[in-house]
Structure formats: C-alpha cells, structure tokens
T-cell receptor, first 111, second 111 residues
Framework: GQNIDQPTEMTATEGAIVQINCTYQTSGFNGLFWYQQHAGEAPTFLSYNVLDGLEEKGRFSSFLSRSKGYSYLLLKELQMKDSASYLCAVRFTTGRRALTFGSGTRLQVQP | SQTIHQWPATLVQPVGSPLSLECTVEGTSNPNLYWYRQAAGRGLQLLFYSVGIGQISSEVPQNLSASRPQDRQFILSSKKLLLSDSGFYLC??????????FGPGTRLTVL
C-alpha cells in the first residue's frame, strides 16, 4: 500500500518550536505536500518538497529525505492560531494525478 | 487569481434521499478536479478525480457518482444516501504543479 504515517496529536507551548514528522513508502514517490487545516475548515497549502533538503517559508519550514521516506514540518515561534491539524500528502507515480493524504496531526498550542 | 466555490455549505438529508453537490473553479482553464470526503477526525479520502470534461476516475466503489459537464464544473451525486455518507466533502483543483487547492467544503449530515 501507500501508507503515510504521522503522529495523531501533539501539544506545544506558545513561542516554542515544534516538529511534525511524516513517513511514507518510498516506492513511486514523486513529491510531498504539507497542508494546514483548522477545525471545520478546508485544508490550505503550506509547502511542497520534491528534492532532498529544507524549504523555508517564514515561520514554517519543511524537510525531505527521499532515501529515508521521511519529511518533517517545523513550526517556529508558535502562535495560538497555529493550533490546527497538519496533513502530510504524497504524490505517487501511479498514473493518477492525485495525492494520498495521511490522517493528519492535530497540534494544540498552549499559552 | 483562481477561486473555487462549493455549495451548499451545509446540508442535512434523510437516508435514501438524492444528493447533488456542486463545485466550480474560476480563473483557470482545464484544471484537474477532485472530490474528497473527510469523516470526523479522519484523513482525506479521494473519491473521484477528473482531468477533463467528461473524464471521471473513481477511486472507491460506492453509491456516489461524479460528473464534469463543463471545464470548470464538477458535480458529486447520489441517488440514495446512506448514513455512512455523512462527512465533510471537499472539492479541489490543480494544474501542472499538482499542488491542490481546496474549496470551502460541504458538511453533509445524513439522518
């Protein structure tokens, strides 16, 4: 199968740094996406990695290691509004132009 | 810029009734279009995707169907709803980069 694994829940403190991990099956890998989803809302795009390394976008960074089938999303200077679910999604070269989503990591930021 | 619309925002339907959810995209041509369902506290399940008018690929056999009568219109339908059809239905679009952008979603409750 094309399992994508990420922790179910995480808790962190306002102003701190948190790292959300994602592991996936490496066979057929063709790109990894991170989305943020606030409760009751649609997911919004955060980042895209297709090559190894770190992509930085303000307070958010995403890292990819293709050989290890591993990615993480790093959130710095946490704010209360960062409380949300974070979805890891992978594009596999299976012929269909769709993404396979993990179940998401629910992050709670505490004061 | 591109925008994606979904309606209705919320819907309560009895078991056995029909369903029609509509999604339209503005500001782009020949997008890839997707229908996802998200059960409460769960990840995104791909239902259908389309790469062009009249071209529909089904990911999960069930009592739902999809149609794409126009380039930027994607419709999700059912002849008879089941209790298990309750969930948050999300439409998304993408172009060549395959980054998917989601509409606001329809929350469906089947009673």
């Amino acid at each position: 199968g094309q399992n994508i694994d990420q922790p179910t829940e995480m808790t962190a403190t306002e102003g701190a740094i948190v790292q959300i991990n994602c592991t996936y099956q490496t066979s057929g890998f063709n790109g990894l996406f991170w989305y943020q989803q606030h409760a009751g809302e649609a997911p919004t795009f955060l980042s895209y990695n297709v090559l190894d390394g770190l992509e930085e976008k303000g307070r958010f960074s995403s890292f990819l290691s293709r050989s290890k089938g591993y990615s993480y999303l790093l959130l710095k200077e946490l704010q209360m509004k960062d409380s949300a679910s974070y979805l890891c999604a992978v594009r596999f070269t299976t012929g269909r132009r769709a993404l396979t989503f993990g179940s998401g990591t629910r992050l709670q930021v505490q004061p | 810029s591109q925008t994606i619309h979904q309606w209705p925002a919320t819907l309560v339907q009895p078991v056995g009734s029909p369903l029609s959810l509509e999604c339209t995209v503005e500001g782009t041509s020949n997008p890839n279009l997707y229908w996802y369902r998200q059960a409460a506290g769960r990840g995104l399940q791909l239902l259908f995707y389309s790469v062009g008018i009249g071209q529909i690929s089904s990911e999960v056999p069930q009592n739902l169907s999809a149609s794409r009568p126009q380039d930027r219109q994607f419709i999700l339908s059912s002849k008879k709803l089941l209790l298990s059809d309750s969930g948050f239905y999300l439409c998304a679009w993408s172009m060549s980069t395959d980054t998917q952008y989601f509409g606001p979603g329809t929350r469906l409750t089947v009673l």
